[in-house]
DNA sequence: GTCTATATATGGATAGAC
DNA sequence: GTCTATCCATATATAGAC
């Protein structure tokens, strides 16, 4: 769970001065055979930031509750993530993480029913189980992503002109009808991400409390029988 | 143009306390015959607050910006808003102004294949138009909606209950796929927004400097097309 | 590696002259 | 009704004792 740039991780450190590490060299390496103080603190303050982060956006986030939080003190938050910006962007770092991966069942072989419905289930599985990743990710955006500009442009955009291409073989193969790929993949990640990023709209129009199993099981088979039957030839739907 | 409460508008003044409005009475009534100086000098307050808290935040954004960017000295911008959260509020209101009456297309008479493309093509129409109102209220919902929850919960559910009767309507009539109604506009609503919300990674995966007239005919184009094939029969299809 | 105390900066808001 | 100067609270970051 480090935060380190190890170079596959989707970096983001560009757009700033990327500062080196901590002073280094002694890491705990306690009895029980893990430098765990270290890990067990920054992991704590990496999720007390994600939180208060999505609650709050950047600016109104504040090292003393993002800290309390994490129930350490503030100059402890400062020892181990020099800057407020550093955390920010460790925390946004591991949101890409989860992010990333799941386009990948975007293959020519596979059936694009199979694959759209999928991705549809994954990715609100993921606005249930970590809805403030995606409200982080959506705050950055929302603000013109002054951290993670050139990550859209570079790593993001790439990604998605390879599965555009995937989607480009479905529509010539009779698959799909004949949509713009990347504008479908914007639909896709739409309503996928409106349930963790607007969930407080949602919940008070549907008058729950919380968004419920049932509540997500039912956004699930709403969107997908809507982007299948929209995007699918009839003869691709089977 | 005026901000005041004039109990027609959405209200969103109950979570606060509602302070009463300047000193008042004197309105300078100038030769040209309008109180000008105070009204231009609000809408310009109310522009430039409304780009800031776009690219900001509530919390991110400063006094001294949107102050400078209305070419007014910041003690003016108290004079006429008493604090920060007052000039937010009514550069809400001015938002959901906007929001609310596209939703009065949804009527049972209507044909759902026209009444939707035209609610899309309108939603979309405003995502270019005003983006940055569309931001600012996306910013407020996902950060919890701090300042507009009793409106979600009531003006706003009413609104949504009164629609999904419509659309079950249409559904009984046989005009409309059995979908849930009520995720059904949450659909519309992600799809519809998200152009402006995310401008800019739809730029950065486009490769455009800024979305072109272009761009907006193919998003409205796709998505119709996506969201009318996915929600209506094909019999309701014509 | 931890934490108290504090330096320093910024920003919301207002006093009071014009 | 306008605007300069300033008050004061809050927040980031660090110094330095433990």
Chains 1, 2 share one sequence.
């Not at 757009?15 to 103080?37: C, E, F, H, V, Y």
């Not at 504008?183 to 896709?188: E, G, K, N, R």
Request: net charge positive.
């Amino acid at each position: 769970m480090s935060r380190q740039r190890t170079a596959r991780k989707p970096s983001i450190s560009s757009d700033k001065s990327s500062k080196t590490r901590r002073p280094g060299g002694l890491r705990k390496i306690s009895a029980n055979g893990r430098g765990t103080i270290r890990e067990s603190n920054e992991v704590r303050l990496l999720q007390a930031a994600e939180t208060v982060f999505a609650e709050r956006g950047f600016s109104g986030a504040t090292t003393a509750e993002i800290a309390a939080r994490a129930k350490l003190p503030k100059a402890n938050l400062h020892y181990y993530f020099r800057t407020k910006a550093e955390l920010y962007r460790a925390v946004l770092a591991n949101v890409l993480e989860l992010w990333l991966d799941e386009l990948d069942r975007f293959t020519p072989e596979r059936e694009p029913a199979e694959a759209i419905a999928e991705y549809v289930a994954a990715k609100l599985k993921w606005s249930r189980m970590r809805p403030n990743a995606s409200k982080v990710f959506a705050n950055e955006i929302l603000h013109g992503a002054p951290f993670m500009k050139s990550y859209l442009s570079n790593d993001l955009r790439r990604r998605v002109e390879d599965k555009a291409e995937v989607i480009r073989h479905w529509i010539a193969r009779g698959k799909m009808r004949p949509l713009d790929p990347k504008h479908f993949v914007f639909q896709l990640w739409a309503v996928t991400q409106h349930y963790a990023d607007f969930d407080v709209q949602v919940r008070a129009v549907l008058g729950r409390g919380r968004l419920t199993d049932r509540d997500f099981a039912a956004a699930t088979e709403n969107i997908s029988a809507l982007i299948l039957h929209g995007c699918l030839t009839p003869s691709g739907s089977r």
